[in-house]
């Protein structure tokens, strides 16, 4: 339970932290809140060779508004994202998430951009940027380029990020006035990972469904209006082609009986919240 | 600040329950064995040791953190206080402390080290919380001895008695 050794470098800049990376090579890791890392870290599943802290980067430290997208810097904290006044009227989605998004204790320290980075299956804020269309800026020592959620995420704890880049933001499109927003998950204790995880967006002729903890990387449907048994009929359908796997948390089974009940569930809140 | 070598040991100074501490640490040296093998205190508990249980819970610069998720070469020059500082200097325990004690919201006292942490950090932002939002915070402890009742009426009173409220 503690970590291979490893060199340590702590950044002031971006420019700082590519040129490290550049140097590091593939064996270099970046840190930022850490806690989706360290545990890795500790497990010996990850073995860096330099682990450089972006941490205090102070540029990166930032909530703004850019061209109808909410960008937030590498170096915000999840707990600022929760404290920030305009969260819940321009990501209502996110608020919705962000309370049982690991815990208390965690939000203080873990970063947005780090939980997309880290990319778990079941994790909120990559779910929530798969359902809302964001994306995400990456920097390297030669350039900038931006990817859209579902370039990005290519599969379980695995991005398209390269070894040479590091993100730098993630923008979330601002809400809709029109639509309703709704998050729930299934977890064996409040905090924890999501067994299931669905976000539903609604606005008068679509329904927009995200769900996370069955495929390997959040997977997002969209319907014409449906009601009733048709609802259920697409939901059935898409719980099927998730795909789906058995582990010591739960069955297939019951991950796609979540799909269907949570889904439905979620669904008729984010109407809801329309009206 | 320069990149420090993996072999060595690296001079690491923190402000600990508001005295000055030097130690030395690799750069993968945990802040729990900083503070418990190199400090040599004994309220940073060491529990799963990958974040979940919240035994090692202390704050770093005033914010809540987990000490077995940060490495000792992290909070160089940070200010750490653990379950020590609540307590004055003649040892008389704080209100919240005095409160655990009546309301039995420990037993062995594992776990208690890291909730009084969270519960302080907590209260800072939210003075008065409702009953619901405390438990989501301890939510982030394990407590296998109380089930958490005993800690929830602490709490609530302590605020809702304590002086200067």
Same mark, same amino acid.
Request: glycine content about 10%; overall charge neutral.
């Given at each position: 339970?503690?970590? @291979?050794?490893?060199?340590?470098?702590? *950044?002031?800049?971006?420019?700082? $932290?590519? #040129?490290?990376?550049?140097?590091?090579?593939?064996?270099?890791?970046?840190?930022?809140?850490?806690?989706?890392?360290?545990?890795?870290?500790?497990?010996? +599943?990850?073995?860096?060779?330099?682990?450089?802290?972006?941490?205090?980067?102070?540029?990166?430290?930032?909530?703004?508004?850019?061209?109808?997208?909410?960008?937030?810097?590498?170096?915000?904290?999840?707990?600022?994202?929760?404290?920030?006044?305009?969260?819940? %009227?321009?990501?209502?989605?996110?608020?919705?998430?962000?309370?049982?998004?690991? #815990?208390?204790?965690?939000?203080?320290?873990?970063?947005?951009?780090?939980?997309?980075? #880290?990319?778990?299956?079941? %994790?909120?804020?990559?779910?929530?940027?798969?359902?809302?269309?964001?994306?995400?800026?990456?920097?390297? $020592?030669?350039?900038?380029? %931006?990817?859209?959620? @579902?370039?990005?995420?290519?599969?379980?704890?695995? *991005?398209?990020?390269?070894?040479?880049?590091?993100?730098?933001?993630?923008?979330?499109?601002?809400?809709?006035?029109?639509?309703?927003? $709704?998050?729930?998950?299934?977890?064996?204790? #409040?905090?924890?990972?999501?067994?299931?995880?669905?976000?539903?967006?609604?606005?008068?002729?679509?329904?927009?469904?995200?769900?996370?903890?069955?495929?390997? @990387?959040?997977?997002?449907?969209?319907?014409?209006?449906?009601?009733?048994?048709?609802?259920?009929?697409? +939901?059935?359908?898409?719980?099927?082609?998730?795909?789906?796997?058995?582990? *010591?948390?739960?069955?297939?089974?019951?991950?796609?009986?979540?799909?269907?009940?949570?889904?439905?569930?979620?669904?008729?809140?984010?109407?809801?919240?329309?009206? | 600040?320069? &990149?420090?070598?993996?072999?060595?040991?690296?001079? !690491?100074?923190?402000?600990?329950? /508001?005295?000055?501490?030097?130690?030395?640490?690799?750069?993968? =040296?945990?802040?729990?064995?900083?503070?418990?093998?190199?400090?040599?205190?004994?309220?940073?508990?060491?529990?799963?040791?990958?974040?979940?249980?919240?035994?090692?819970? !202390?704050?770093?610069?005033?914010?809540?953190?987990?000490?077995?998720?940060?490495?000792?070469? &992290?909070?160089?020059?940070?200010?750490?206080?653990?379950?020590?500082?609540?307590?004055?200097?003649?040892?008389?325990?704080?209100?919240? &402390?005095?409160?655990?004690?009546?309301?039995? /919201?420990?037993?062995?006292?594992?776990?208690?080290?890291?909730?009084?942490?969270?519960?302080?950090?907590?209260?800072?932002?939210?003075?008065?919380?409702?009953?619901?939002?405390?438990?989501?915070?301890?939510?982030?402890?394990?407590?296998?001895?109380?089930?958490?009742?005993?800690?929830?009426?602490?709490? =609530?009173?302590?605020?809702?008695?304590?002086?200067?409220?």
């Amino acid at each position: 339970m503690k970590p @291979k050794g490893f060199d340590y470098l702590k *950044v002031g800049s971006v420019a700082e $932290a590519t #040129h490290a990376l550049e140097q590091g090579g593939e064996d270099a890791r970046l840190i930022a809140g850490g806690m989706s890392l360290v545990p890795m870290l500790n497990f010996r +599943l990850v073995e860096p060779s330099i682990l450089i802290d972006i941490s205090k980067i102070e540029e990166r430290k930032y909530i703004k508004e850019t061209n109808g997208m909410i960008e937030i810097g590498s170096a915000t904290r999840q707990c600022e994202l929760e404290k920030w006044p305009q969260t819940q %009227s321009k990501l209502p989605l996110i608020a919705k998430a962000l309370p049982v998004l690991g #815990h208390y204790q965690t939000r203080a320290r873990g970063t947005v951009c780090g939980s997309l980075v #880290h990319a778990d299956p079941s %994790s909120e804020l990559p779910l929530c940027l798969a359902t809302l269309g964001g994306e995400v800026v990456l920097s390297s $020592a030669t350039g900038t380029r %931006s990817l859209k959620a @579902k370039e990005f995420q290519t599969g379980m704890l695995s *991005v398209a990020k390269r070894s040479n880049e590091m993100v730098t933001a993630a923008r979330y499109p601002i809400a809709n006035p029109d639509a309703g927003y $709704a998050f729930r998950e299934m977890s064996q204790r #409040h905090g924890d990972y999501a067994i299931v995880a669905v976000a539903a967006v609604v606005t008068a002729d679509k329904i927009k469904l995200g769900i996370g903890g069955v495929a390997d @990387k959040p997977t997002v449907r969209e319907w014409n209006m449906l009601d009733g048994s048709a609802l259920e009929d697409a +939901l059935n359908a898409f719980a099927w082609d998730l795909g789906g796997y058995d582990d *010591v948390h739960a069955t297939s089974r019951y991950r796609r009986e979540l799909v269907r009940r949570l889904g439905k569930n979620t669904i008729e809140e984010a109407k809801k919240c329309r009206s | 600040m320069p &990149q420090l070598n993996k072999e060595a040991k690296h001079p !690491v100074t923190i402000n600990l329950n /508001g005295k000055e501490v030097n130690g030395y640490a690799e750069p993968r =040296m945990l802040l729990t064995d900083f503070l418990t093998h190199e400090i040599g205190i004994t309220s940073c508990h060491v529990g799963c040791e990958h974040g979940v249980c919240g035994a090692c819970t !202390v704050l770093v610069d005033g914010n809540i953190t987990r000490a077995c998720l940060t490495f000792a070469v &992290q909070a160089d020059g940070c200010t750490v206080d653990t379950s020590e500082s609540l307590a004055d200097e003649n040892g008389e325990l704080s209100g919240l &402390q005095k409160a655990f004690k009546k309301h039995h /919201g420990l037993q062995c006292g594992y776990c208690t080290t890291g909730v009084l942490m969270s519960v302080t950090a907590y209260l800072r932002e939210s003075p008065n919380p409702t009953e619901e939002e405390l438990r989501t915070v301890l939510s982030g402890h394990l407590c296998r001895c109380t089930g958490y009742v005993g800690m929830v009426r602490a709490v =609530m009173d302590y605020c809702e008695n304590r002086p200067n409220k």
